[in-house]
């Protein structure tokens, strides 16, 4: 068994189940809780093709890591499977190139289908992705770096449904400087650029 789960032609798929099974390991130790997946679009225009695809994947409907276990675990047991098949049909494994790509056409529509279930069983997954400028008007924590005007640093968002995001904020005003571990507002964003004004108490002696 072990020498068929690390056979060059199933080696792949061998490798989408230990990922999958070490992005559960992270998620139960709590280690991906800053890790934002922001899979919405930016445009303004009517929902495209891409946009159609991941619904059609179910991209969206649980947090992307979710899906993405999902998606991990039916490519690496389809995978598996294929090949016993293809080896039981012909006398030996496919290729690759041709497994590979064919597993995750097949994988796609069944983890859509799998991530819609799960948000209907468990309501409380549903994604709850958010356009980017609905961040505006939130407080953001400075994470690493040291934001000026036209150096901007990264920042973490918590929107009103509890999800995390990780964005590049700069000062509003060239009088300001965010340090590390400042709570800072924002007030707008110019691309993918947010400026912000401090609260004014990072400086302040604390009493706790």
Do not use: C
């Not at 992270?26 to 809780?33: C, M, N, R, T």
């Not at 009103?160 to 709570?183: C, K, L, N």
């Amino acid at each position: 068994m072990l020498d068929q789960f690390l056979a060059p032609e199933n080696i792949v798929f061998s490798s989408a189940l230990l990922l999958m099974l070490l992005i559960g390991v992270v998620q139960a130790i709590g280690l991906a809780g800053d890790i934002d997946a922001d899979m919405h679009s930016d445009t303004d225009g009517d929902i495209g093709f891409a946009d159609t695809l991941l619904a059609w994947a179910g991209i969206g409907r649980v947090p992307f890591l979710m899906w993405l276990v999902i998606f991990l675990a039916l490519f690496g047991a389809l995978g598996l499977g294929l090949q016993q098949l293809m080896t039981a049909l012909t006398g030996g494994p496919g290729t690759n190139l041709l497994m590979v790509p064919l597993t995750a056409l097949a994988a796609l529509p069944v983890a859509g289908g799998a991530a819609r279930i799960v948000a209907r069983i468990v309501p409380g997954l549903e994604t709850t992705a958010i356009e980017r400028d609905e961040l505006v008007g939130l407080y953001a924590e400075i994470s690493i770096g040291t934001a000026r005007v036209g150096n901007p640093a990264r920042a973490r968002v918590t929107d009103p449904h509890g999800q995390p995001h990780q964005i590049m904020v700069e000062p509003d005003s060239a009088d300001q400087v965010f340090q590390t571990g400042e709570s800072v507002l924002l007030v707008k964003r110019e691309g993918d650029i947010f400026k912000g004004f401090t609260r004014g108490d990072f400086y302040l002696p604390r009493l706790d």
